[in-house]
């Protein structure tokens, strides 16, 4: 092969991965399973454009003849490309990046290649070496394209919750079905796409997986409240139940999980202790909100921080409240109507009956352990509850280093209730 094709399909691959990035941004991410954010969204834009950039180095390199210019720019893309391969591997070896192993094979071929012609010496290597290299070029983008492919593409949903439309993704599991489905909620912010990559891992191991925005978030109509949230969720439950949509979905309406993360964990375990018809439960670093709510009322240092932050997102125009319903407006009125279910310590007792999996960060240190995850748990136990379990992740609350350990764990245990 030689280098001018080298060349090219350097450009050709490298164009099409940064104007990818540029435009579409999302589809990136879920590519390589990390959570859809702003802030995410513009960096992987800014990868783009230095993808780009080597793109045109390549392009416009592919007849220059000066062995002085050739030079140069082989030792810059090389060591571009040794550092691609440095940074696929460590990724995909960590767990934070999903498909990494394939950058890193085509990382590894460009550097590989570039080597070979910048050490090459000035005589004519035998045809057995080109064809060599072109069947490794061959198989190598075989691989990036059946992993393009192979992506998880989530469906686009819309679901009515008494004329409030709310926006989701729904991830589908391949295969003849009918599968287990997982409605996994939003921790906040969140995002447009998945659940701290959770939805794609788990739609690759067979398991339906439906994520949304909440009322008066992202781009779902009507306005964010705690009441609002629950809901919505129940509006999710009739989505499922649909016949056309299990039909469509391949949902198996006799295993449906409900789970949440963060925000949606505490959710998650009020709307199961309001409803009896909930079976299985799966709260990801889920508060406590009602000891939430009484640590917020006593700790000013913690009101400001938390007040901050949700002007900080309805700023951003990610959060739209109902009146009166942000957390200092219910800390003004004593929080006198707030829902007693919302404190799940103290309502144990309705929720020892199901099948319950609670997963927790060692390092997490806004919902901990020893405040939100363990107090349940006891109290699960003192209820006689059989079907409850606790899992650590050595992991702050973002779970970084650990989706795909976690996404294998729920999978396991969805397994194992059903």
Same mark, same amino acid.
Request: aromatic share 10%; hydrophobic share 45%.
């Given at each position: 092969?030689?280098?001018?094709?080298?060349?090219?399909?350097?450009?050709?691959?490298?164009?099409?991965?940064?104007?990818?990035?540029?435009?579409?941004?999302?589809?990136?991410?879920?590519?390589?399973?990390?959570?859809?954010?702003?802030?995410?969204?513009?960096? /992987?834009?800014?990868?783009? =454009?230095?993808?780009?950039?080597?793109?045109?180095?390549?392009?416009?390199?592919?007849?220059?003849?000066?062995?002085?210019?050739?030079?140069?720019?082989?030792?810059?893309?090389?060591?571009?490309?040794?550092?691609?391969?440095?940074?696929?591997?460590?990724?995909?070896?960590?767990?934070?990046?999903?498909?990494?192993?394939?950058?890193?094979?085509?990382?590894?071929?460009?550097?590989?290649?570039?080597?070979?012609?910048?050490?090459?010496?000035?005589?004519?290597?035998?045809?057995?070496?080109?064809?060599?290299?072109?069947?490794?070029?061959?198989?190598?983008?075989?691989?990036?394209?059946?992993?393009?492919?192979?992506?998880?593409?989530?469906?686009? *949903?819309?679901?009515? +919750?008494?004329? @409030?439309?709310?926006?989701?993704?729904?991830?589908?599991?391949?295969?003849?079905?009918?599968?287990?489905?997982?409605?996994?909620?939003?921790?906040?912010?969140?995002?447009? +796409?998945? @659940?701290?990559?959770?939805?794609?891992?788990?739609?690759?191991?067979?398991?339906?997986?439906?994520?949304?925005?909440?009322?008066?978030?992202?781009?779902?109509?009507?306005?964010?409240?705690?009441?609002?949230?629950?809901?919505?969720?129940?509006?999710?439950?009739?989505?499922? +139940?649909?016949?056309?949509?299990?039909?469509?979905?391949?949902?198996?309406?006799?295993? *449906?999980?409900?789970?949440?993360?963060?925000?949606?964990?505490?959710?998650?375990?009020?709307?199961?202790?309001?409803?009896?018809? *909930?079976?299985? =439960?799966?709260?990801?670093?889920?508060?406590?909100?009602?000891?939430?709510?009484?640590?917020?009322?006593?700790?000013?240092?913690?009101?400001?921080?938390?007040?901050? +932050?949700?002007?900080?997102?309805?700023?951003?125009?990610?959060?739209?409240?109902?009146?009166?319903?942000?957390?200092?407006?219910?800390?003004?009125?004593?929080?006198?109507?707030?829902?007693?279910?919302?404190?799940?310590?103290?309502?144990?007792?309705?929720?020892?009956?199901?099948? /319950?999996?609670?997963?927790?960060?060692?390092?997490?240190?806004?919902?901990?352990?020893?405040?939100? *995850?363990?107090?349940?748990?006891?109290?699960?136990?003192?209820?006689?509850?059989?079907?409850?379990?606790?899992?650590?992740?050595?992991?702050?609350?973002?779970?970084?280093?650990?989706?795909?350990?976690?996404?294998?764990?729920?999978?396991?245990?969805?397994?194992?209730?059903?």
């Amino acid at each position: 092969m030689k280098l001018k094709s080298i060349l090219v399909a350097h450009a050709v691959i490298s164009g099409i991965s940064g104007m990818g990035s540029i435009f579409l941004g999302e589809k990136v991410l879920l590519l390589y399973g990390m959570e859809s954010s702003l802030s995410s969204l513009m960096l /992987v834009q800014y990868a783009g =454009l230095g993808s780009v950039a080597l793109a045109l180095i390549a392009w416009f390199s592919r007849n220059v003849v000066d062995k002085k210019a050739l030079k140069a720019t082989l030792s810059a893309l090389l060591l571009s490309c040794t550092a691609g391969v440095a940074i696929s591997v460590a990724g995909s070896l960590s767990g934070a990046l999903k498909n990494g192993w394939m950058a890193a094979g085509l990382y590894l071929f460009f550097t590989l290649s570039y080597m070979y012609f910048y050490f090459k010496p000035e005589t004519k290597e035998p045809e057995k070496i080109s064809n060599r290299w072109h069947r490794l070029a061959s198989v190598l983008l075989l691989m990036f394209l059946s992993a393009e492919i192979s992506a998880v593409a989530p469906h686009n *949903i819309t679901i009515n +919750n008494n004329g @409030v439309l709310l926006r989701g993704k729904f991830y589908a599991a391949e295969g003849a079905g009918p599968f287990p489905t997982l409605l996994l909620l939003q921790g906040t912010p969140g995002n447009e +796409n998945d @659940v701290i990559g959770l939805c794609g891992i788990l739609s690759d191991k067979g398991i339906n997986a439906l994520t949304f925005n909440y009322s008066g978030s992202h781009q779902s109509e009507g306005l964010m409240s705690f009441s609002n949230c629950q809901s919505d969720i129940g509006a999710v439950f009739t989505f499922l +139940n649909e016949p056309g949509n299990q039909e469509k979905f391949k949902i198996d309406t006799s295993k *449906i999980v409900l789970g949440g993360y963060s925000f949606g964990g505490g959710m998650a375990v009020t709307y199961a202790i309001n409803h009896s018809e *909930i079976d299985y =439960l799966i709260s990801i670093a889920g508060n406590d909100w009602g000891e939430y709510m009484m640590d917020y009322a006593e700790d000013t240092v913690m009101q400001k921080r938390l007040n901050a +932050n949700i002007d900080n997102i309805v700023a951003k125009g990610i959060y739209r409240f109902v009146p009166g319903e942000k957390p200092c407006d219910k800390l003004a009125e004593g929080f006198r109507d707030f829902d007693p279910a919302f404190f799940q310590k103290r309502n144990a007792a309705r929720l020892a009956p199901k099948k /319950v999996l609670l997963i927790c960060g060692w390092d997490d240190s806004g919902v901990t352990l020893e405040r939100h *995850i363990l107090p349940l748990y006891r109290e699960l136990k003192k209820e006689q509850a059989d079907n409850v379990k606790i899992a650590a992740f050595q992991d702050d609350h973002s779970f970084s280093h650990s989706r795909e350990a976690m996404g294998n764990m729920i999978a396991e245990w969805i397994g194992q209730v059903f």
